[in-house]
């Protein structure tokens, strides 16, 4: 079960990336025919921008690739790692996609530049905002359903590209209404945003790599399904990490005294299958079996 959820997870995150990929292809064609068409220097530098964008697609599957590997003697708890530090590389990639948004718009600012543009240019825009939304909200529902950072992170990417074209069409509407540095401050605040979103899948990373539990939903979850357990007296010291998208977990159960150990093995095997069974996503489960004697009772 635990390698089929992986399984299915890996199918339906390479096949949202693949998407990805082959959108942001297009969408870069497209842009550089209309710019080199229209003679729109910004529209060839956002076409070659989309290209660019492939980086974190690939940064995902190489991730995907090789965090899913097996558990060998090096890397005895498995290779998750790798695909939180794909997700970090694209939160930095953000970072710096902000940053740079905003340092272009402040240098046009104050050069006085003001952006000419054609109608052309402003219907690119506005596709691009339609399918990178789309794309985003398709990515980030697989990213959810699958745990997934690097997903989850390369799913703000497409959301930030969308943005970036919200500014072409705030600039082309103020520049229409008199105010000829709509398309830079818009670019500045749409910067400041995507910044946000990086430094929160930056800390979600650190927070990972310094061992920090599951989320407060799935630990309740794993809670009630121990409760419910009434071969089990009573539990404690549960403990719970993230190592990629599988959740590792130990625990003390404590069970009947007079049990043989076949018969407590037998509830200490009952709790992991239901565990795997009732929690989405991978599981890794290590169950401490105590008798209920006074002196380990909580």
Known sequence: MHDHKI???NKQIKSVTNLG???????????????????SIALVADGIHSLSDMTTDIAVLLGVYFGSKEPDRSHPYGHGRIE???AGFIALFLVFIGLAMIYYAALDIAKGNITDFRIAVLIVAIVSIVVKELLYKLTKRVAIKSHSPALYANAWHHRSDALSSVAVVIGFISLKAGFN??????AVAVGLMVILVGVRVAGDCLRELTEGAVDQGTIEHIENIISANSSIRQWHK????MVGREVFLDLHIVV???LDITAAHGI????????HEQITRPVNI??????DIHKVRK
């Open 7 to 9: 399984e299915n997870a």
């Open 21 to 39: 990929i082959a959108v942001n292809i297009a969408l870069s064609l497209v842009k550089l025919a209309v710019g080199f068409l229209f003679g």
């Open 84 to 86: 939180t530090f794909a």
């Open 181 to 186: 540095y709509g398309d830079q401050v818009a």
């Open 238 to 241: 549960l403990r719970t990490r």
């Open 256 to 258: 009947d005294p007079h």
């Open 268 to 275: 200490s095997e009952n709790l992991e299958n239901t565990l």
């Open 286 to 291: 290590t169950v401490h079996v105590e008798p």
